[in-house]
C-alpha cells in the first residue's frame, strides 16, 4: 500500500476519465457479444424471462441459468465437452505489482482445460459493459493509502455499472486479488480487496475465491482490514474476500500462494475435482 507520493500516476489516470465520454446507450460490443452467445446457444427462442427493467444483463442471466442446468453447473463446458467458460483479469496499478499477481493468476487459471483465459486488461481502457461478457472475472486490487483512513483502489473507485443496466453481473463470478503491506499499514491492509468486492456485489455479482488461513504458507499480521471478516486482525484467523498478497513482506510466498488459489477457484468453478 504504497503512499500517496507513489500514487500520481493513478491521479493522473482519474483525471483522465473524468473527462471521457459515457459509453452510448446502444450498440454496446458486450451486450451484443451476450446476445450473440444466447442465441447460439439455444436458438431463437433463447432470450430469459422478462425482469423488471430488463437490460442486456437480462439475456445473460438467462443463458447462463439455462447453460448450468443442461451443462452440469459451471464445469459443463469443461467435462462435458463443450464450449469452454470466458475469464477476464482486469486490474489497477500504480507500481506494477498488481500487473505482475495478474499474470500469475491467468497462468494459474490456463493449468488444465475448460477455461479460455484472456490476457489481463487495465481496467481503465475497458468498457464496463465488456465486462458482462465473460463467464468469469478476476479482478486485481491495489491499496493505496492518500491520507489517513482514506483507501484508494485507484481506477476502480471510478468504476460504475452501465446506467441503464445497474445489475450487469447478475450470473457472473467474481474473484478478487490484490497486494498490500501488512507492516506497513497495519490498519488498511488490502482494503482494496474490500472496495472492489462491495462494487461487484452491487452489481449483482457472486462472489467466488475467498480465502482463509489455511491457504497461506506463513500467516498475516494486521490490525484492521476491510477485506477480512473480521475486520479486526491479528493473526489472520478468519477469511478474506480474496486473494492478499504481500510482496513488501513474503515476496517468496508469492507464487506458492497464486497457485494454491487458482487451483481453488477451479474447483469452485467445477472445472477440477478434490482429488
Known sequence: MPAAGAGGAGRAARRGRRGRAPPPRGGAPAAARARARAGAGAGAGARGPAVPGGG?????????????AEGGGAGGGAR???????????????????????????????CGGGLAVEAPERIGSTSMRDLGAFDFLALGCPSYLWEANRVSALEWDTVEPPFDDPLDLAGTKVAVFGCGRQLEYPDNFVDGLGIVWEMMQARG????????????VGAYEFNYSRAAEPRKGGRAGGTFCGLALDNGTQAELTEERVAAWCAQLRRELGLDGDD
Open 56 to 68: 442486456p444483463a437480462a439475456g445473460r442471466r438467462g443463458a447462463r441459468a439455462r447453460g448450468g
Open 80 to 110: 462435458g465437452g463443450g464450449p469452454p467458460l470466458r475469464a477476464g483479469i482486469f486490474y489497477a496499478t500504480g507500481t506494477q505489482e498488481t500487473v505482475a499477481a495478474a499474470e500469475l493468476v491467468r497462468e494459474g487459471l490456463a
Open 205 to 216: 455479482a457472486e462472489l467466488v475465491g475467498r480465502t482463509s488461513a489455511e491457504l497461506y
